[in-house]
């Protein structure tokens, strides 16, 4: 398994940016994919999760109506579209994998991507 | 929002020893908590799921226990790269899916 993350960057308040992630080695379309990020020293933020078919999509509240999380199975590849960016949207942003363990869908995050620095700054 | 608190926030242990990290939940989750291991500089790595159940490839050091509201995580025969901070999340009720704040381990 391998998700292989691109994008991020400096922007300034108000901006866009667009993370992707390339995912290998794994049925992509058969998992949920989801974004966490971590502020600079802090914790663990989720930030979306998106189900591995039917478009079914949840976010937090601190992103809802700002970032959009959506895939593209024919790619195996995620992204996260992030709109009205904020000074408090800096963090380090990783994609990850929902596990099946004998079929069933766990929602917990068993592969990572390397993470994407994503700074909101004038 | 279930809101999850780890504790202790530091813990330092000698090599060959063993290692206790809680984490509490503001309420039940049953038995649907995860740990992870987020070494310096890497993305977490996820040890446990549904409160008890390694991941693949994690070792036996590491085990873990708990149900409802009180988790424990326990990292025995200590070693130099278990160094890292040690995060719980709960996935019961979501969204959103919570964090704990972490426990940083030290290897004295």
């Known amino acids: 398994v391998q998700l292989l993350q691109s994008g991020g960057g400096l922007e300034q308040p108000g901006g866009s940016l667009r993370l992707s992630c390339a995912a290998s080695g794994f049925t992509f379309e058969s998992h949920a994919m989801s974004w966490i990020r971590q502020a600079p020293g802090l914790g663990l933020e989720w930030v979306a999760t998106?189900?591995?078919?039917?478009?079914?999509?949840s976010y937090a509240d601190s992103v809802t109506g700002r970032f959009t999380i959506s895939r593209d199975n024919s790619k195996n590849t995620l992204y996260l579209q992030m709109n009205s960016l904020i000074p408090e949207d800096t963090a380090v942003y990783y994609c990850?994998?929902?596990?099946?363990?004998?079929?069933?869908?766990?929602?917990?995050?068993?592969?990572w991507g390397q993470g994407t620095l994503v700074t909101v700054s004038s | 929002e279930v809101v999850m608190t780890q504790s202790p926030a530091t813990l330092s242990v000698s090599p060959g020893e063993t290692a206790t990290l809680s984490c509490r939940a503001s309420?039940?989750?049953?038995?649907?908590l995860a740990w992870y291991q987020q070494r310096p500089g890497q993305a977490p790595r996820l040890l446990i799921y549904a409160s008890s159940t390694r991941a693949p490839g994690i070792p036996a050091r590491f085990s873990a226990s708990g149900f409802g509201t009180d988790f424990t995580l326990t990292i025995s025969s200590l070693q130099s790269d278990d160094s890292a901070v040690y995060f719980c999340q709960q996935y019961n009720y979501w969204p959103p899916r919570t964090f704990g704040q972490g426990t940083r381990v030290e290897i004295k």
């Open positions: 309420q039940s989750v049953y038995t649907n």
């Open positions: 998106t189900r591995g078919s039917g478009g079914r999509t």
């Open positions: 990850a994998k929902d596990p099946l363990y004998d079929n069933s869908w766990y929602a917990v995050f068993d592969y």
